[in-house]
């Protein structure tokens, strides 16, 4: 097992890819923590991952919470030894639209949820890791394809890969590891919140259509990805982005 006895926290691990990740982790031997802003589904899911693996509610905008996380997760397992920061994506309240249109207040909401929230995380998180450890930042293709709406969600992604870098720089004496996974178009609960019920098929198979692989990933997908960055498999990357969109970025099917 490639991460047995690794004690991991996943941030935003009660569903969609954070979820997957979780599964994975458990399926390669590793424990841990997943965090989510609801308890209830924080309950469903480490029921489905077992006894391994604790739920600790909190919003990573938050530094009281995200203190709260890393010191409970310590005083549990005692180390921790991954960590991954996949808490982000849609902001309920804040609009998506173009650059006419995005006010400040939405700005700061998308800003604060996918890039300061991830500088904090990191921040918080270094006290309670283990010196050799590993640090996976969930980015996304949108940092490097412009889609309509999505400036201000893309330019957050964009940082995050920086940020990778910069932490993989400043940790070096730690020998922590920083990377960064970006997915592509992913099977995840967010379609419904993004796209009308009456057109999640359509807007699959639009995709599917796009994507070289044939195929909408699955959360297990980025998992498997994950995995592998987690553990010393990787010991080798650092500082550095894995896409995983089916080839997407890379290879055009549009005619």
Do not use: C
């Not at 804040?94 to 650059?99: K, L, Q, S």
């Not at 592509?184 to 609960?189: K, L, N, R, S």
């Not at 009308?196 to 259509?209: C, I, L």
């Amino acid at each position: 097992m490639k991460l047995k006895d690794k004690v991991t926290v996943v941030t935003g691990g009660n569903s969609g890819i954070g979820f997957g990740i979780a599964a994975a982790f458990k399926s390669e031997g590793a424990v841990g923590t997943i965090t989510g802003r609801t308890q209830k589904t924080l309950d469903s899911s480490v029921q489905q991952l077992g006894n391994d693996f604790i739920g600790i509610a909190g919003d990573v905008t938050s530094m009281d919470d995200l203190e709260r996380i890393f010191k409970q997760t310590f005083d549990k397992f005692g180390k921790i030894d991954a960590l991954v920061v996949n808490a982000g994506g849609t902001v309920e309240g804040a609009e998506m639209g173009p650059v006419t249109e995005i006010g400040e207040v939405s700005y700061d909401k998308y800003m604060n949820l996918n890039l300061k929230s991830v500088y904090f995380t990191v921040q918080k998180a270094l006290p309670y890791l283990n010196d050799g450890s590993s640090i996976v930042l969930i980015g996304s293709t949108a940092a490097h394809r412009a889609a309509p709406g999505m400036s201000v969600y893309g330019a957050a992604k964009a940082a995050v890969i920086s940020f990778a870098k910069g932490f993989s720089l400043d940790l070096l004496a730690r020998k922590i590891r920083v990377n960064v996974l970006s997915p592509g178009t992913i099977d995840t609960p967010a379609f419904d919140k993004l796209v009308p019920e009456d057109q999640v098929e359509q807007v699959k198979k639009m995709w599917v259509d796009l994507i070289p692989a044939g195929r909408i990933g699955q959360p297990s997908d980025i998992g498997k990805a994950a995995v592998f960055l987690a553990s010393d498999e990787s010991s080798f990357i650092l500082g550095t982005e894995i896409i995983s969109d089916g080839g997407m970025t890379t290879i055009s099917l549009m005619k």
